[in-house]
Structures are given as structure tokens and as C-alpha cells.
């Protein structure tokens, strides 16, 4: 009976002793759970700030490429309008040159046809001249 006894005893403190074996276990396992679940967020946490901060850089570039490409417009915009107001002061000079240059022609008209005119009343009054003395 004692034998029993004390085997029952040692069996009864084995299971107890296992017990707390797997209880310690339970609970080292619970905590590291706990641990990883933590270190997995406070990963995502990072990953979440790298990929804010890396949305953040390909904004700022962005922007900064807009700006380039209005700066770019701006001058595009200001050559047209250089070479707009210069087709325009060509063109009005050319204009004047034609007007000037066609003065110049009816001017020159003008004269040939009072040299013509003064030929003619020449012509004219040599003949009458000659006429007269001819008679």
C-alpha cells in the first residue's frame, strides 16, 4: 500500500510539476505572441511611415515638375509673343516702305506726266510757230 501510496504521490506531483511546465509554457508562448504581435506592429508602423514619407518625396517631385514645366509654358509664352510683336513691327514696316514706295511712283507718274504735258504744249506751239511763218 505504501508503495502504491507513493507512487500515487510521485504521479500526482509529476502531473502537478507538468503542469506548471506547460502552464510556464502557455504563458512564455501568450508573451511571445504578445511580443511578435507587437513587433509586427510597430513594423507596419514603419513600413506605413516609409511609404507616407516616400508618397510624400514623389509629391514634392511632382510639384517641382510642374513648376519646371510652368516656368518652360512661361518662356514659350513670352517667345511667341516677342515673335508675334515682331512679325507685326516687320509688317507694319513693309507696310510703310509700300506706302512710301507707291508715293514715290505716283509721284514720279506725276512728273513724267507734266513733262509729257509740257512737251506736248512744246510740240504744240513749235508747230503754231512754224505754221505762222509758213503762212
Known amino acids: 500500500v505504501r508503495f502504491i501510496y507513493h507512487e500515487a504521490c510521485e504521479e500526482w506531483k509529476r502531473r502537478v510539476f507538468l503542469d506548471a511546465e506547460?502552464?510556464?509554457?502557455?504563458?512564455?508562448c501568450r508573451e511571445l505572441t504578445e511580443k511578435?504581435?507587437?513587433w509586427r506592429e510597430e513594423c507596419l508602423a514603419l513600413q506605413q511611415a516609409e511609404a507616407d514619407h516616400v508618397a510624400i518625396y514623389?509629391?514634392?517631385?511632382?510639384?517641382l515638375l510642374k513648376e519646371e514645366e510652368i516656368k518652360?509654358?512661361?518662356k514659350k509664352k513670352k517667345?511667341?509673343?516677342?515673335?508675334?510683336?515682331?512679325?507685326?513691327?516687320?509688317q507694319?514696316?513693309?507696310?510703310?516702305?509700300?506706302?512710301?514706295?507707291?508715293h514715290l511712283v505716283e509721284e514720279a507718274r506725276k512728273m513724267m506726266e507734266e513733262q509729257n504735258s509740257e512737251g506736248k504744249k512744246r510740240v504744240q506751239?513749235?508747230?503754231?510757230?512754224?505754221?505762222?511763218f509758213s503762212d
Open 58 to 63: 514623389l509629391l514634392e517631385q511632382e510639384a
Open 22 to 28: 506547460k502552464d510556464k509554457q502557455r504563458q512564455l
Open 36 to 38: 511578435v504581435a507587437k
Open 92 to 102: 507694319q514696316k513693309r507696310e510703310s516702305e509700300n506706302l512710301l514706295q507707291s
Open 72 to 74: 518652360q509654358m512661361e
Open 125 to 132: 506751239y513749235r508747230e503754231r510757230l512754224c505754221n505762222r
Open 79 to 90: 517667345i511667341k509673343k516677342q515673335l508675334e510683336e515682331y512679325r507685326v513691327e516687320k
